[in-house]
Structure formats: structure tokens, C-alpha cells
């Protein structure tokens, strides 16, 4: 069931600022419904679950993408979000991959550091893609409380799978909470990617950020072709990921 786009509580003069400015990065899963976040949830246990069962039966890796709306498919069919389509991608290139959508709308960088562990729990990783950030730089949330959460994210990772490989989406936001802050949630990613010693896709949404005609009737979330994109940005790190993972 195609999920229903809800704005009920977003400016509309915030959202002409973020197109004008070229970054329509933020409100990720602004108004989203309860019901939508529980279905979430569910479908990303189940789909745990069943990669769970299947890696009791043979080798097949997993990759877990866990993050916001983005990575849901907010407003799209589930087969027309991002990690969908990496799946189809292995899948042509005959790789033994299983994609877990752990995606959750509305998540902030405190919520994801939170459930991280409840879905660790259900599966090994091999390859973790995080997600996470826009909607803190939404919230003008400190930028020192969104590296602290992301690097918790990255150790319980490294701690529960030390072979894993780990992948950071980065993402920028527009100067409305003032050029200073703009500049330091930038700069958080890649000083965390190498610090932590992780590989960094420098913005998830470059070549969609901005573009009408990529981006749904929010001018937020990307369309089914924004989408594409978002996935090939991905794919680019993702592939190296794979290539260093022995019998890939």
C-alpha cells in the first residue's frame, strides 16, 4: 500500500526557503502518521527476521541500511525505495546479498542510537549503512549531540560485527540555522568517517537535493527516479564495501 504523504504541521514558507536554497534535505517524515511508523517498524522486523532464519541455512550476507524517510521510501511503494533497488542490483550481478530496509520516518540521530541495538540483535551484518542526521539539522539539535550519537552508532556496530564493513551517508543542510552551524553539521561526516575509520558517501542526496522534478509534491522526498539516484550514490561505496569482503 502506497504510504500517504502528511505535512500537517510543516511551514510552508520553511519549505519554499529549503528549495530556494537549493537543499531540500530536511523535514524527513515531517507529520508522518503513527500507523506509518508502526508499519515501518514492522516490515523492518520482518524483513530481519526472515534474514535471520535464512542465515541459520546458508551464507548469504546481509546489508542493513538503517536510517530515516529516505531510506523507508516515504511516499513510494516499498520496491521503489533505494535499498530495494540495491537489492535488484546484486541480485542482477548474482550476489549473494540480502538488503534489510531498517529505515524508520522521523527518525533523528538520539532515536536511531536508541533502536540500533533491538535490531542488531536480529541478524548478523556484514555491510551497515547509516542514515541518519537531516532531521536533527531540522531541529537545530546541537551538532555535538548528532556526532555523539552517530559515533555511538558506529562502535555498536563494530561491537556487535567487527568484520563489518561501515558505510556513513553524509548530509549537509541549508544555512537557515545560520552559516556557522550550517558549516559544522557539514563537516561532521568526514571528520567522523575518518576518525572512525569508516567509508563515507559524501551527500546521500547529491544530483536530487533541489531538482522539482526529482522530489514528490513536498519538494523533499525524492520521487521513484530521485530514488534511482540516491541508490547509485549509494552503490558507488557500496561496491568497494563488497569488493573487500573475501568470497564476494
Given at each position: 500500500m502506497k504510504t500517504i504523504n502528511r505535512?500537517?504541521?510543516?511551514?510552508?514558507?520553511?519549505?519554499?526557503f529549503l528549495l530556494s536554497t537549493g537543499f531540500a534535505v530536511l523535514l524527513l517524515g515531517c507529520g508522518s502518521s503513527e500507523q506509518e511508523n508502526k508499519q515501518q517498524t514492522t516490515?523492518?522486523?520482518?524483513?530481519?527476521?526472515?534474514?535471520?532464519?535464512?542465515?541459520?541455512?546458508?551464507?548469504q550476507k546481509v546489508i542493513l541500511i538503517f536510517g530515516n524517510?529516505?531510506?523507508?521510501g516515504y511516499g513510494l511503494e516499498p520496491e521503489e525505495a533505494y535499498p530495494a533497488l540495491i537489492q535488484d542490483k546484486l541480485d542482477?550481478?548474482?550476489?549473494?546479498?540480502?538488503?534489510?530496509?531498517?529505515?524508520?520516518?522521523?527518525?533523528?540521530?538520539?532515536?536511531g542510537n536508541s533502536r540500533l541495538e533491538w535490531v542488531l540483535e536480529r541478524q548478523p551484518v556484514d555491510i551497515f549503512v547509516?542514515?541518519?542526521?537531516?532531521?536533527?539539522?531540522?531541529?537545530?539539535?546541537?551538532?555535538?549531540?548528532?556526532?555523539?550519537?552517530?559515533?555511538?552508532m558506529v562502535r555498536q556496530v563494530k561491537e556487535a560485527n567487527p568484520d563489518a564493513k561501515i558505510i556513513l551517508a553524509g548530509m549537509m543542510v541549508p544555512p537557515n540555522m545560520g552559516p556557522e552551524?550550517?558549516?559544522?553539521?557539514?563537516?561532521?561526516?568526514?571528520?567522523?568517517?575518518e576518525e572512525e575509520d569508516i567509508m563515507l558517501i559524501p551527500?546521500?542526496?547529491?544530483?536530487?537535493?533541489?531538482?522539482?522534478?526529482?522530489?514528490?509534491?513536498?519538494?523533499?522526498?525524492?520521487?521513484?527516479?530521485g530514488q534511482k539516484i540516491v541508490a547509485n550514490n549509494v552503490w558507488q561505496l557500496l561496491q568497494k564495501a563488497i569488493e573487500e569482503i573475501p568470497n564476494s
Open positions: 505535512l500537517n504541521y510543516c511551514n510552508n514558507k520553511l519549505l519554499a516490515a523492518a522486523s520482518e524483513s530481519a527476521d526472515e534474514v535471520a532464519e535464512e542465515r541459520q541455512d546458508d551464507d524517510s529516505l531510506t523507508a542482477s550481478l548474482d550476489l549473494d546479498y540480502k538488503v534489510v530496509n531498517a529505515g524508520l520516518s522521523g527518525e533523528t540521530t538520539a532515536s547509516l542514515e541518519l542526521g537531516a532531521n536533527d539539522g531540522l531541529r537545530g539539535i546541537a551538532t555535538e549531540e548528532t556526532n555523539r550519537n552517530l559515533r555511538s552551524y550550517a558549516a559544522k553539521f557539514k563537516e561532521l561526516y568526514p571528520a567522523i568517517a551527500f546521500l542526496l547529491q544530483d536530487v537535493a533541489g531538482e522539482e522534478d526529482l522530489n514528490q509534491g513536498d519538494g523533499i522526498h525524492p520521487t521513484a527516479e
